[in-house]
């Protein structure tokens, strides 16, 4: 696809970061030292820190270790969670695996203890049973849910920016029948099918008809996702499908039918220019 070889170049530029992050502590004293010679005022106290290197070595060096030590240092426990992924693979599946293994509500949950209650009673029951679990959930009118129906059908594979403190990180979405599986993309460009979810969000329909709902339940890996870059991808997936946005759905429409003229920072600008309104 030109889009995934559009976006190699993005992702792959980041690599360098966890690289740079596990240096040793020597060669982070030698920056250190070289920083030191750049700033404007070494000059005027040049002939004093080679004096204080010469007579007292050792305090020179826990000086300068102090100075280091003062250095924001990269969190390599982010790092190395983003790209864990990379290193574990799932196993591999059947090609017909994903349209066949379809969720259930009563998997997860007791519907036959909610036919009597109303709508209302049913949400406030489904957020609360969800509120003490490390997962995403939300209740989709059965109207709204349709229209994502539509879409996701025209559209089952789509991209979407995650704000990382580095940038953006993309994040690969395939929706087959009521499930949607998120991967980054760096994972998908390794491991294609294989590629492990960072992200799983499941529309149960059971209720749709008799009570006019769709229940919403994401379950992320926490190794790769926190909640809120979580409930950031599922905002994004229901704006796209669910809303009636021209410039996110002409996206939605390039991506498949024109991947020539799809530029994956105009999905930059969509979740930037959400933030400002």
């Known amino acids: 696809m030109a889009l995934i070889l559009n976006t190699r170049v993005y992702l792959l530029s980041k690599l360098p970061i966890l690289y740079r992050s596990i240096m040793s502590s020597s060669h982070n004293l030698q920056k250190v030292m070289e920083d030191l010679q750049t700033n404007p005022y070494y000059k005027k106290y040049a002939d004093k820190i ?21 250095q924001p240092v990269p969190d390599l426990k982010a790092a190395e969670r983003r790209y864990a992924p990379v290193l ?6 059947k090609e017909s695996s994903l349209s066949t293994t379809r969720k259930r509500l009563d ?9 009597e209650k ?13 509120i003490q679990k490390d997962v995403i959930a939300a209740v989709i009118p059965a109207d709204n ?31 087959a029948d009521n499930t949607v599986h998120f991967t980054t993309l760096l994972c998908f460009q390794i491991h294609k099918e ?19 709902i769709v229940l919403m339940r994401g379950e992320y890996d926490k190794n790769v996702l926190d909640g809120k870059e979580a409930q950031c991808l599922a905002n994004q997936f229901q704006m796209y499908y669910g809303q009636d946005f021209p410039s996110k759905l002409r996206l939605l429409h390039d991506f498949t039918n024109n991947p020539d ?14 933030k400002i309104t």
């Open 50 to 70: 080679a004096t204080l290197q010469k007579v007292s070595p050792d305090e020179f060096m826990q000086r300068i270790e102090q100075t280091e030590k003062a």
């Open 88 to 93: 574990n693979p799932k196993a591999p599946q």
């Open 107 to 115: 998997d997860i949950f007791k519907i036959e203890l909610v036919h």
């Open 118 to 130: 109303d709508k209302d009673e049913i949400v406030e029951i489904w957020h609360k049973y969800h």
């Open 145 to 175: 849910y349709k229209q994502m129906e539509e879409r996701i059908a025209k559209y089952p594979t789509f991209l979407f920016p995650l704000p990382r403190s580095q940038g953006y990180e993309f994040i690969m979405c395939q929706a």
């Open 194 to 212: 294989n590629a492990p979810e960072c992200l799983t969000v499941t529309h149960y329909k059971e209720l749709m008809d008799e009570k006019g």
């Open 261 to 274: 003229r799809f530029k994956h920072m105009d999905l930059v600008a969509e979740l930037e220019d959400i």
